[in-house]
């Protein structure tokens, strides 16, 4: 057996050392290959196991490509299904599948550059539906009345060509939730609280681009939390249902607000980053007395156990 580790062709040193780690353990245990997107096809024998850990370009969905192409030409692949990762890269769509469960998320409507969906809630988040490290998400997102919505989200579509998700804004503690593993063996990570509290003043109190690219070191991170175990029950099962309705595999992770103890979806990340010193779900095995091999470890398990049958 051997792991294709897809990789983009051009990368940031996050995706590069995520890349380098994952392989890194990988090679333990199985013959390993780095290959770029571009030459996937190219590379792939008959009995390679793909792990992505390529995001592609802004709004290219290419983590579900690369899934479908693991899928038609019969390949294992790590992670989720193209469904889940299709789902997941378009927030709008995400927080409609999850309300139809039952799954408590902030309401929001879109914005397709001509008109929105519904009511305007107040005060706003506004965002791009399909992006992630808080691309779009600036000092100016956060708006408190009609008007101001309105202009920040025609700005957004003409900067950014895509619709514009216009979230309600919970004034609660921010936590990000990640699960591994498949079926009966699902593992909640410790959750991740993020404090925002020791940002300079005048910075924004929620997780823009600018505070993850240039504050994270003044970003308070508790893992985990600071909530009681009543609380801490409710997000481990949001956490699993929300896994479960978007039918993910291996490894996932969503951030959530918790608003009277009650946790709400935010939005949820199919392929999050495995960067081993940046990334948030190498940080939640901590408590658990774990490291990052027992991480990949876990996500690649049940992809090993199938392909070796």
Same mark, same amino acid.
């Given at each position: ?12 040193i996050?995706r590069a050392?995520a890349?380098q ?10 013959? +390993? ?7 996937l096809t190219?590379?792939?024998m008959?009995?390679?196991?793909i ?14 490509n ?17 469904? +889940?990762?299709?789902?997941c890269?378009?927030?709008?769509t995400t927080k409609?599948?999850?309300?139809a469960?039952g ?7 879109l914005?397709d550059?001509?008109? !929105?969906?519904?009511?305007?809630p ?10 992630g490290?808080? /691309? ?10 009609i008007?101001?919505i ?6 957004? =579509? @003409? ?8 979230? @309600? ?15 009966s ?7 991740l609280e ?13 997780y823009?681009?600018r505070?993850?690219?240039? =504050?994270? @070191?003044q970003?308070?991170y ?6 009681? @175990? ?5 997000i481990?099962k949001?956490?699993?249902?929300? !896994?479960? /309705?978007v ?6 992770r969503m951030?959530?607000r /918790?608003?009277?103890?009650i946790?709400?979806? /935010?939005e ?6 495995l960067?081993?010193? +940046? ?10 007395n ?20």
């Amino acid at each position: 057996m051997r792991v294709l580790i897809v990789k983009d062709s051009i990368t940031d040193i996050q995706r590069a050392r995520a890349v380098q780690a994952v392989d890194d353990v990988l090679r333990k245990y199985a013959e +390993t290959k780095i290959v770029s997107v571009e030459k996937l096809t190219d590379s792939l024998m008959n009995d390679d196991v793909i792990f992505n850990l390529s995001i592609g370009k802004r709004n290219d969905f290419l983590q579900g490509n690369v899934a479908a192409v693991a899928q038609l030409t019969g390949h294992e692949h790590i992670g989720s299904s193209p469904y +889940t990762h299709y789902v997941c890269l378009d927030k709008f769509t995400t927080k409609n599948i999850l309300k139809a469960y039952g799954i408590k998320t902030p309401n929001g409507v879109l914005f397709d550059g001509k008109k !929105f969906t519904g009511k305007l809630p107040v005060p706003a988040i506004i965002k791009p539906v399909a992006e992630g490290s808080g /691309i779009g998400i600036d000092e100016k997102s956060l708006c408190y009345d009609i008007e101001e919505i309105k202009k920040r989200s025609i700005d957004k =579509f @003409e900067k950014l060509g895509e619709p514009i998700l216009v979230e @309600e804004f919970l004034d609660g503690p921010e936590v990000t939730v990640g699960v591994v593993g498949f079926g009966s063996d699902l593992i909640v990570l410790p959750e991740l609280e993020i404090d925002f509290s020791n940002l300079p003043e005048g910075i924004e109190r929620y997780y823009s681009q600018r505070v993850k690219e240039k =504050f994270a @070191e003044q970003t308070i991170y508790k893992c985990p939390s600071t909530f009681t @175990e009543k609380v801490r029950e409710r997000i481990r099962k949001t956490a699993i249902k929300s !896994f479960e /309705i978007v039918k993910a595999r291996d490894y996932l992770r969503m951030d959530m607000r /918790i608003v009277d103890g009650i946790p709400y979806v /935010i939005e949820i990340n199919s392929m999050p980053g495995l960067d081993p010193l +940046t990334s948030d779900l190498p940080k939640m095995v901590k408590p658990l007395n774990e490291d990052y091999e027992w991480l990949i470890r876990t996500i690649v398990k049940r992809a090993f156990h199938e392909k070796r049958g």
